[in-house]
């Protein structure tokens, strides 16, 4: 006994749309992998400033002993030698920041990066896939034409050759089942 052609599309239309949903399943998943990629990396850069914070308490707590320091020889020191023994400290003291800051700088453009093309890559994959707004265009109008008139499913259906879950989408569709 021969399958309805009717019946055939509505099998058709199961297996796409059982399709769509596993590929939406799929994407769902690959979105939270990557957020716990990504929050890896995050708590990873908080842990570099984290250590940043700590060296600059100790190098403001340095500078301060250096400073009580010169406070103590300043009266053997010239002018020349207390500027000297300043620049010295700042520098050593500025020195691991601006290496700290530079690496925090690389890992934050590399995280950035990453985003960028994951994103671009989820908003392509996204794009290819739209769920359309209706069967046919012109089949739409004669549907809710008929069904306006009162005209059962069944009907509308046999009438335009299409399976009747499809009439039924485009009536739901339009608010009108």
Do not use: C
Request: no cysteine.
């Amino acid at each position: 006994m021969p399958i309805d052609f009717n019946l055939q599309n509505f099998f058709n239309v199961e297996y796409i749309l059982v399709g769509m949903a596993a590929l939406i399943l799929y994407l769902l998943y690959y979105v939270y992998t990557k957020d716990a990629q990504y929050s890896r990396n995050i708590r990873s850069v908080a842990s570099v400033v984290e250590e940043l914070n700590r060296e600059i308490y100790y190098l403001k707590k340095n500078m301060t002993e250096t400073q009580k320091s010169i406070q103590k020889n300043k009266r053997g020191m010239s002018d020349q030698e207390i500027y000297e023994e300043i620049e010295r400290s700042v520098y050593d003291m500025v020195q691991p920041l601006s290496l700290g800051f530079k690496q925090l700088q690389e890992n934050i453009v590399t995280i950035d990066s990453q985003i960028e093309s994951r994103v671009s890559s989820i908003e392509n994959g996204v794009k290819q896939f739209s769920i359309p707004n209706s069967v046919n265009g012109n089949d739409d109008e004669k549907i809710i034409s008929l069904y306006k008139q009162g005209i059962t499913l069944e009907t509308i259906s046999k009438e335009l050759n299409i399976s009747q879950p499809e009439v039924e989408f485009v009536l739901k569709i339009n608010k009108l089942k």
